[in-house]
């Protein structure tokens, strides 16, 4: 069972561009987050998705910013026109559909915008 | 709202010490809390997950207590370690985790 699976790890844009973040969560698991870090920075929540939902989205800034999670397919955090202030690490993690089940971490995607 | 605070944000240490992190969090409406270790430049590892009807768990060198009504958990590391040099972040779930700043631990030999 392979763990939160992150693509692309590194990632550079130029600003204006558009960048895209996949994650494909644990085999079984059904709940994807999506976290921000800044540089010297602690994790921030950005949005929590299940299939075909967005449950919670309060963390994502209002423009710009989407995610997904379609019922086939990885989880997708795209951001569009991206900004230098937009260069951070993304981390995406998976839990099942059990109340209080332990939460996995990928690897995380380093955007830099140049 | 929730927030999640840790102390100390920096510990320097030398090889063989015991130590103990902190982490609090102001509302105790909580399924469960992690604790987890960052390299620099890596993902997270989880270390511990205490479930809010548990006061501790145990893996190894490694120990976290709850206290949900105190709102207080611990992490204790016997015997530190250099390999065990890292940031520790604690983050406590209720529909999502939020979590702590973090405590960065140098352990020197």
């Known amino acids: 069972n392979a763990g939160v699976m992150q693509n692309p790890r590194h990632l550079v844009r130029r600003r204006g561009q558009e960048a895209r973040l996949r994650c494909s969560p644990m085999k079984g698991h059904s709940h994807v987050y999506w976290y921000r870090q800044l540089p010297e920075e602690g994790l921030k929540f950005m949005v929590y998705?299940?299939?075909?939902?967005?449950?919670?989205e309060s963390g994502m800034p209002k423009e710009r910013f989407s995610a997904e999670f379609p019922k086939e397919g990885p989880s997708i955090l795209r951001i569009q026109q991206v900004v230098r202030g937009d260069s951070a690490a993304y981390f995406c993690a998976s839990s099942p559909e059990v109340t209080g089940a332990e939460a996995f971490f990928g690897q995380g995607t380093r955007l830099t915008v140049v | 709202k929730q927030e999640v605070t840790q102390i100390p944000a920096a510990l320097s240490v030398p090889e063989g010490e015991n130590l103990v992190l902190n982490c609090s969090f102001t509302d105790s409406a909580i399924y469960n809390l992690q604790w987890f270790r960052q390299d620099p430049g890596k993902g997270l590892t989880s270390l511990l997950l205490?479930?809010?009807?548990?006061r501790e768990q145990t893996s190894g060198r490694l120990n976290a207590s709850l206290d949900k009504s105190s709102g207080r958990s611990t992490l204790y590391i016997a015997a530190s370690q250099p390999g065990d040099s890292a940031t520790y972040l604690c983050?406590?779930?209720?529909?999502?985790?939020?979590f702590g700043t973090g405590t960065r631990l140098q352990v020197f030999p």
């Open positions: 983050a406590v779930r209720l529909d999502k985790l939020i």
């Open positions: 998705l299940q299939k075909e939902n967005i449950i919670d």
């Open positions: 205490i479930q809010s009807s548990q």
